[in-house]
């Protein structure tokens, strides 16, 4: 990997080029957030900026403690910072009330969690369009395109299942079809292979890979390096600060694909 600019939080002079200029899915200026727990104040982020262009997939890692439930929250647009700027599109959200940022969430960010969070008594369809529905767009059009981005996520034979007729794997690719129903801004994915089998995680790699190659914006939340090593950039958060901003050099990532190819060709082995 090599230590590269953080996509404008150290900006390059302005040249003379006729390029459109790059658009930004998120841009994060100064952020800072503190709580006070009872006499004490914590302070979770301590002015991070860093920049995610339309089409990035970025990998933000830190050890516990770093900010980075702190960072997703915000991202999330489930809390608000203390100061700073957190830009979505062209829209300051660290201004926004609650109502609003309720909105932002529900139409411009799509979400995969750790956990699936799918409702137990829908069928797969029905969940993918879980964001429609809070925002009064259920149709036959829309239906149309949580049956066809269930398709996309090979699930295109088990539309009408619920939940707990599927594994884990086939929970998370719920999950990945519902965060794009919306056509978001960006995919926030919060260890989304933590429950994951080795063979699995492979998997759902894959579909994000896919995803990005198509255009897609993804920010993945890991602790793990290999799963880290598939994004394009990792962004490392250390008390409260942006302690790294490294592009990930396609040789790296060509290497940590071969090395899964491996590891999953071996356990299908023993099978």
């Known amino acids: 990997m090599s230590v590269t600019d953080a996509y404008g939080t150290s900006p390059a002079p302005a040249s003379k080029s006729t390029e459109s200029p790059k658009r930004f899915a998120t841009s994060i200026r100064d952020l800072k957030k503190e709580y006070v727990l009872k006499s004490e104040t914590v302070r979770a982020l301590r002015g991070v900026s860093f920049d995610v262009p339309e089409g990035d997939y970025v990998a933000i890692m830190g050890p516990s403690g770093s900010g980075k439930s702190t960072l997703l929250n915000m991202l999330g647009c489930l809390d608000q910072p203390t100061s700073g700027s957190l830009m979505l599109g062209d829209d300051d959200i660290s201004t926004m009330s609650d ?146 901003d490294e592009l990930v050099e396609e040789s790296a990532r060509e290497a940590v694909r071969a090395k899964h190819a491996i590891a999953v060709a071996e356990l299908k082995a023993r099978e």
């Open 99 to 244: 109502d609003q940022l309720a909105d932002i969430r529900s139409r411009r960010i799509g979400f995969v969690f750790q956990s699936y969070n799918l409702i137990q008594q829908l069928s797969v369809v029905e969940n993918i369009q879980v964001p429609l529905y809070y925002q009064g767009k259920l149709g036959p059009k829309q239906r149309e395109r949580a049956v066809e981005l269930a398709k996309q996520v090979g699930l295109g034979d088990r539309l009408d299942h619920r939940p707990t007729q599927l594994s884990g794997g086939q929970q998370q690719r719920v999950a990945i079809a519902r965060s794009l129903v919306n056509d978001p801004f960006f995919v926030l994915a919060d260890e989304p292979t933590g429950n994951l089998d080795s063979i699995t995680t492979d998997e759902i790699l894959a579909i994000f890979d896919k995803l990005n190659a198509e255009g897609r914006t993804i920010i993945l939340v890991t602790h793990e390096d290999d799963v880290a090593l598939r994004a394009k950039r990792i962004v490392r958060l250390k008390d409260g600060m942006l302690h790294t």
